[in-house]
DNA sequence: CCAAAAAACTAATAAGTGTTAGTTTTGTTT
DNA sequence: AAACAAAACTAACACTTATTAGTTTTTTGG
C-alpha cells in the first residue's frame, strides 16, 4: 500500500510533521482532522500513531522548532561585536529570512500556540516574552548608546516584531516583488521612516 | 430562568454576538462551541437559535462589522483636503483606536476570517485586498507628492498595516503604557524611524 | 387578567473527533 | 526462503459537535 515518503527528510515523522504544519496553516489547528492529515499523505489516520504520539504533539513538534531557532539566532546576534542598529537590523532580516523559507511553520507558531498543552502552552509563552524582552533591551541599550531615537523602547521594539509578523501576508504577492527588495525596504522603512 | 441581558446594547442577538466574539478570540473559532457561549449567557445552547441563524453567521456579523468599519473610514478619510501625510496618519490612528476599543472584534476578524463560508469568506478577503490596495494608493500618491520616501509603496504599505495589526500583543501591557504614548510613538516610528 | 408571542427548556439526531486494539501486509536480515 | 520488525490496515469506542423538534415557561399587550 502507499508508503510515507520520507523525500528529504530522513525521519517519517518529520515529513508528518511538515505535512501537518502545512495543513494547521491552511486549515488552522482544531479544525485539521487527523483523517484530513493521512490523507494528504496517503495513509489511513491511525497507521499515523504508529509514527507519532499524538495530534498535540504535532504542533508542539512546530512550535517549539520555530521557538528555538529565533531564541539561538538571537543569542548569536548577541554575541556579536556590531553596533546595535547592525544588531537590530540582522534580526529583523532573520525574521524575514525564516518567514520566507519556513513559512508554514512559522504561520503555525504564530497563530495556532493558543491550542498547546499545559505545560508546553506556558514554556512558549516564557520563551516568547523573554525573546521580547531581550530585543527590547537591545533598543533600549541602543538609546542608551546613542544610535536610535529616544522613544519609548517597548514600543518600537514590538512595532518591529509586528510588522515582520505581517510578512505572512505577503506570500501571496511574492512573485511582484523579490525577496531582496522587500528585506532592504522593510528594514530602511523600519529604521529610517518613510516621511521626507 | 436565566435571562440573556441586553446590556448597553438594543437587542439580544448583538449581546451573543459579543460574547460570542470574546470567546472566538480566546478559543479560536473552531475550538469555540456553542456550549460554551451559551453558558457565559447564561442559558441552553438550543435556545441561542432563538435569536441567530447559526454558529457561523456570528463570525459573519464580526468580521463584516469590522470590515465596514475600516472601509467606510477610509473613505471618510480618503475625502479629506488634508496632506497625504495627514491622511496616513490619521489612517494609523483609527487602526490603533479601533485595535484598543473593539479588540475582540477586531481580533476575531483579523485571525478567524478563514473559517467564513462561502460566498463571504471570498467577499471578506476582496473586501481586504481593496482596502490594502486603496491604502496602498495613496502611499504612492504620497511619493509622487515628494511627501514620503521613494520606496516600494506596497512594502511600506503592508508594513504600516502589519505594524498596527500587531497592537494585539499589547492588551497585556496596556497598564504601563498609556494609549496617547502608543499612539503618537507608534505613528512617529513607522513614519519617521528610529536610527538616529 | 387573559391571550398571544417570545424565548426558554429537554430530548434527540446525525455526523465527526482523536485514539486504541487487534490483525495483516510489507520490508529487511539472516 | 524463513523469521523478525516495522508499518500499514479495519473495526470500533467513547466523546463532542451543531442543530432540530417539540414542549413548557416567561414576558408582553390589550
Redesign the pocket.
Known amino acids: ?4 515518503k520520507p523525500e528529504k527528510n530522513n525521519s ?1 515523522k518529520e515529513a508528518i510533521t511538515q505535512k501537518a504544519a502545512a495543513l494547521f496553516k491552511t486549515k488552522g489547528y482544531s ?6 492529515l ?1 490523507e494528504t499523505i ?10 507519532i504520539g ?3 504533539e504535532l504542533l508542539q513538534i512546530i512550535c517549539f522548532k520555530v521557538a528555538n531557532a529565533f531564541t539561538s539566532q538571537l543569542a548569536a546576534i548577541e554575541k556579536n561585536n556590531e553596533s546595535i542598529l547592525a544588531k537590530a537590523e540582522n534580526i529583523i532580516r532573520f525574521h524575514i529570512v525564516m518567514m520566507l523559507n519556513d513559512f508554514d511553520e512559522v504561520y503555525v507558531a504564530n497563530h495556532e500556540w493558543k491550542h498547546l498543552e499545559e505545560p508546553y502552552l506556558s514554556d512558549f509563552l516564557n520563551q516568547r516574552r523573554a525573546y521580547e524582552k531581550r530585543f527590547v533591551q537591545l533598543i533600549e541599550d541602543g538609546i542608551k548608546a546613542g544610535e536610535l531615537k529616544r522613544s519609548d523602547p517597548y514600543v518600537m521594539g514590538l512595532t518591529i516584531l509586528s510588522a515582520v509578523r505581517g510578512l505572512e501576508f505577503w506570500q501571496h504577492h511574492k512573485k511582484n516583488i523579490s525577496a531582496e527588495t522587500l528585506e532592504n525596504d522593510m528594514v530602511n522603512h523600519l529604521l529610517n521612516g518613510i516621511a521626507n
Open positions: 500500500m502507499a508508503k510515507i517519517k479544525a485539521a482532522s487527523m483523517r484530513e493521512a496517503g495513509v489511513e489516520a491511525p497507521s499515523l500513531y504508529n509514527h499524538s495530534k498535540s
